[in-house]
């Protein structure tokens, strides 16, 4: 008798820099959400599909869970909430190397009341030793009641199988949502400007925190090369001087960086315009918020 195909969603929900984006990633084998060292890289859901013989699993990478200190910190927060109901399992991601936060208790409790089959995902197990392993999964334990409780290095790649194996034995019988071929439904623009973003959040370190937003602003197919024409807005005129840098340097550095991983994303050679303009506040906007596609 042949084993029916299973089908469903996963949320990967956690508190900012746990490794929620590096894990998505590896599942899909390629980079499809950014990743920085700094919180609330993830800014908006980010689709990943992972399909077998046997079952397909869409994951929704969400933002960190934080305390918002703008609209857009609270429409991130939001985002992240609601993903969870919507969801067949939810994938909650933690740091194995930090205590439990009170954050993170307030998102079990979440959990709980959503009645989603949850498993615990202890991330960059590889550098934690192995007995200080039991006594934290068992404080985890303590707030809730995991379908699974998986231990799993995201950067190395140890324990994504027996994760995927977890996940699957928690989705029912359905039907392929996507093509087999299909790693995410996130169109190359969206991508291309969060690949400019993650070497802006690298490059400029806490100087341009996190006041930046990417607009591409036109993109060409040719035969042999992709024109893409972006334009890269911040808060503060003396952001802007930052971003630009010293004779141009900075801007360039980012271009050349941006350029490599969208050339590798497209398979092919990409020529990278970029401007860099000033809007106020803008993370305080609604009108600006939705303008550059963060919205439900």
């Known amino acids: 008798m042949s084993k029916k195909f299973k089908s469903g969603f996963a949320a990967i929900i956690g508190m900012p820099n746990v490794g929620k984006s590096t894990l998505l990633n590896t599942v899909a084998g390629q980079k499809i959400a950014i990743i920085s060292s700094k919180p609330q890289t993830t800014r908006n859901k980010i689709l990943a599909i992972y399909t077998t013989k046997e079952c397909q699993i869409v994951f929704t990478d969400t933002p960190g869970i934080h305390k918002p200190h703008n ?49 615990l995902v202890l991330n960059k197990v590889d550098a934690v030793r192995k007995d200080a392993l039991l006594p ?11 379908a699974a409780i998986v231990p799993v290095s995201a950067k190395t790649g140890d324990g994504v199988d027996l994760l995927l194996e977890e996940i699957e034995a928690n989705l029912h019988e359905g039907p392929k949502f996507y093509y087999d071929d299909m790693v995410t439904d996130q169109p190359e623009k969206q ?106």
């Open 71 to 119: 609209k857009l910190g609270e429409f991130m927060v939001k985002v992240a909430n609601e993903s969870m109901n919507e969801m067949d399992v939810v994938l909650f991601v933690v740091d194995a190397t930090r205590p439990i936060a009170d954050m993170e208790r307030e998102i079990a409790s979440n959990i709980g009341k959503t009645g989603v089959p949850a498993i």
């Open 136 to 146: 934290l999964i068992a404080d985890y334990s303590n707030l809730h009641n995991f």
């Open 191 to 296: 991508i291309a400007a969060e690949i400019i973003r993650e070497k802006m959040l690298w490059q400029l370190d806490k100087e341009v925190p996190h006041g930046i937003a990417i607009e591409i602003d036109k993109m060409q197919e040719k035969e042999n090369i992709t024109n893409i024409f972006a334009t890269i807005y911040c808060e503060k005129a003396s952001h802007k001087g930052i971003i630009i840098g010293k004779n141009g340097e900075m801007l360039k550095k980012i271009g050349q960086l941006a350029r490599k991983d969208i050339e590798q994303m497209l398979d092919k050679k990409v020529y990278l315009e970029l401007w860099v303009k000033v809007r106020n506040d803008w993370r305080n906007s609604d009108r600006m918020i939705k303008n550059f596609g963060y919205e439900a």
